[in-house]
C-alpha cells in the first residue's frame, strides 16, 4: 500500500511552479528567484504562504492575487508538465503485482486534474486522488495521509509514504507511516533529517527499496 505525494514524486511540476510563483512576487516587490522560491516554500500551501509574505513585507497584493497566480501557474502546466522519470516504470510493477497506491498532495484537486492529465498519469489514480483541500489541516499534520489511508481501507503502519518535501516527510512520519524521501536533485539529507525512513534520488531506487 502506497501512498504518493504529487509534485516532485509522480509530476515535474516545482522548477514550473515557483518560476511563475517567484515572477509574481518579483513584480510585486518582493525579488526572489526560482531556486530561492523552491528553497523556501516548497512542501508549504500556497493560499497560506502568500497572505503571510503579504502582511510581513507589506506588498499591498489584490484580492485576486492567488486568482492571478493559479491562472498563470495552470497555463505553463498544461503545456510543460512530464511525468518524473521511471514512474510509469515503478507503476506498472505495482500494478502487476496487485499492490494498491494512490495520491495525497497539498495542491488542489484542479491542478492535480492538470498536471496527472497533461503527464498521462491521471487514468492512473482517478477515484483515489486526495488533496489536502479534504481535510482540516494540511501537511506537515497527519491529517491528509490518515484520511487517504481510511478512505482506502489501509492500515497506516502497513504504508509507505513516497514524499519529497521535508513537509511531507514530517506528515508520513506523524501519521506512524513509513516514510521514504525523494530527493531527486540531492543526497537526501534534509528528508533524513526530518525523518525519512531511507532516501533516494531515482524512481529505479524507490522501486527497490519498496522490497516488493
Same mark, same amino acid.
Given at each position: 500500500?502506497?501512498?504518493?505525494?504529487? $509534485?516532485?514524486?509522480? *509530476?515535474?511540476?516545482?522548477?514550473? &511552479?515557483?518560476?511563475?510563483? +517567484?515572477? %509574481?512576487?518579483?513584480?510585486? @516587490?518582493?525579488?526572489?528567484?526560482?531556486?530561492?522560491?523552491?528553497?523556501?516554500?516548497?512542501?508549504?500551501?500556497?493560499?497560506?504562504?502568500?497572505?503571510?509574505?503579504?502582511?510581513?513585507?507589506?506588498?499591498?497584493?489584490?484580492?485576486?492575487?492567488?486568482?492571478?497566480?493559479?491562472?498563470?501557474?495552470?497555463?505553463?502546466?498544461?503545456?510543460?508538465?512530464?511525468?518524473?522519470?521511471?514512474?510509469?516504470?515503478?507503476?506498472?510493477?505495482? $500494478?502487476?503485482?496487485? *499492490?494498491?497506491?494512490?495520491?495525497? &498532495?497539498?495542491?488542489?484537486? +484542479?491542478? %492535480?486534474?492538470?498536471?496527472? @492529465?497533461?503527464?498521462?498519469?491521471?487514468?492512473?489514480?482517478?477515484?483515489?486522488?486526495?488533496?489536502?483541500?479534504?481535510?482540516?489541516?494540511?501537511?506537515?499534520?497527519?491529517?491528509?495521509?490518515?484520511?487517504?489511508?481510511?478512505?482506502?481501507?489501509?492500515?497506516?503502519?502497513?504504508?509507505?509514504?513516497?514524499?519529497?518535501?521535508?513537509?511531507?516527510?514530517?506528515?508520513?512520519?506523524?501519521?506512524?507511516?513509513?516514510?521514504?524521501?525523494? $530527493?531527486?536533485?540531492?543526497?537526501?539529507?534534509?528528508?533524513?533529517?526530518?525523518?525519512?525512513?531511507?532516501?533516494?534520488?531515482?524512481?529505479?531506487?524507490?522501486?527497490?527499496?519498496?522490497?516488493?
Amino acid at each position: 500500500m502506497i501512498i504518493f505525494d504529487c $509534485d516532485g514524486v509522480l *509530476v515535474d511540476t516545482e522548477l514550473i &511552479s515557483n518560476r511563475i510563483f +517567484a515572477e %509574481m512576487l518579483t513584480e510585486a @516587490g518582493y525579488p526572489v528567484t526560482t531556486e530561492e522560491a523552491i528553497r523556501q516554500f516548497k512542501g508549504g500551501r500556497i493560499r497560506t504562504i502568500v497572505p503571510q509574505l503579504d502582511a510581513d513585507h507589506n506588498l499591498g497584493l489584490p484580492d485576486d492575487w492567488l486568482e492571478q497566480f493559479y491562472r498563470r501557474q495552470f497555463e505553463a502546466l498544461g503545456v510543460e508538465t512530464k511525468a518524473v522519470a521511471g514512474i510509469e516504470d515503478v507503476l506498472d510493477r505495482l $500494478d502487476a503485482k496487485g *499492490v494498491p497506491f494512490c495520491v495525497a &498532495s497539498q495542491a488542489q484537486v +484542479a491542478k %492535480m486534474r492538470i498536471t496527472l @492529465g497533461v503527464s498521462g498519469l491521471w487514468p492512473r489514480f482517478e477515484g483515489r486522488i486526495f488533496s489536502a483541500d479534504m481535510v482540516a489541516r494540511p501537511k506537515p499534520f497527519p491529517d491528509l495521509f490518515l484520511h487517504a489511508a481510511k478512505t482506502m481501507g489501509w492500515d497506516p503502519e502497513k504504508v509507505t509514504v513516497v514524499e519529497d518535501s521535508k513537509t511531507g516527510v514530517r506528515a508520513a512520519v506523524a501519521a506512524g507511516m513509513r516514510a521514504i524521501g525523494f $530527493d531527486e536533485f540531492g543526497d537526501g539529507s534534509e528528508l533524513a533529517a526530518v525523518g525519512a525512513h531511507e532516501t533516494t534520488s531515482s524512481m529505479e531506487e524507490v522501486w527497490e527499496k519498496l522490497g516488493l
